[in-house]
Every structure is written in C-alpha cells, then in structure tokens.
Nanobody, 124 residues
Framework: QVQLVESGGGLVQAGGSLRLSCAASGRTFSNYGMGWFRQAPGKEREFVAGIGWSAGRTYYSDSVKGRFIASRDNAKNTVYLQMNSLKPEDTAVYYC?????????????????WGQGTQVTVSS
C-alpha cells in the first residue's frame, strides 16, 4: 500500500515556475514507477511526466517536454515536478500516481495509487 500527498500548487503568472512535490509512504518507494497527471475542468486526465524505478529514467508528454522536469529522491520518498515557462493551458489539478507493473507507463489505468491532487493556476 502506498499513500501519496501532493503539495506545491498555486497561482502563478504565465512564464513563471512552480515545483510540485509528492510525498509517498511505505518502505518500497524505490520499487515504484511514478507518474504526474493533470486534469482541467471538463477534460480527461492526461499524462504529463513519468519517472521509472530504475536509474530514474524520465519521459514526458509533448506538451511539456523541455519545460517540465521530473525527478525523485528515494531517500526522502518524494518525487518532484519542476514546471518552468508555465502557460495558461497548464492550468489544472495535478496528481501524482504510483505503479509497479511497468518501467514506463502513460495511461492512468496503469497506476494503482493516486494522490488527492494540487491545483495549479496560470494567469495570462
């Protein structure tokens, strides 16, 4: 069982930056692939970034590639999402998620555990 708690959301102007954190419970955090997703009002939840359990390999959606950076600190049971050059279209509730089936996973259905989400609002 893994419990996830996100933090770091807020209101930022376009072009600004935010860093999201996701703290995980459990002693086997390093065995989990982690993902970041977001959901805007009226839209489906979409994949943003992921980080694998081995060597911290990262992968991103095309919409955030080059602007967002995912990282993990297994000693702190925490994953991060550094978001730079934010745009109004990045406005959404951001969720972190955990799964052990795949090294890389981009579908929400692949993830077993989810945090409660943190709101990110980017003003123009």
């Amino acid at each position: 069982q893994v419990q996830l708690v996100e933090s770091g959301g807020g209101l930022v102007q376009a072009g600004g930056s935010l860093r999201l954190s996701c703290a995980a419970s459990g002693r086997t955090f390093s065995n989990y692939g982690m993902g970041w997703f977001r959901q805007a009002p009226g839209k489906e939840r979409e994949f943003v970034a992921g980080i694998g359990w081995s060597a911290g390999r990262t992968y991103y959606s095309d919409s955030v590639k080059g602007r967002f950076i995912a990282s993990r600190d297994n000693a702190k049971n925490t994953v991060y999402l550094q978001m730079n050059s934010l745009k109004p279209e990045d406005t959404a509730v951001y969720y972190c998620a955990a799964q052990r089936k795949y090294e890389m996973a981009m579908k929400p259905s692949s993830y077993d555990y989810w945090g409660q989400g943190t709101q990110v609002t980017v003003s123009s």
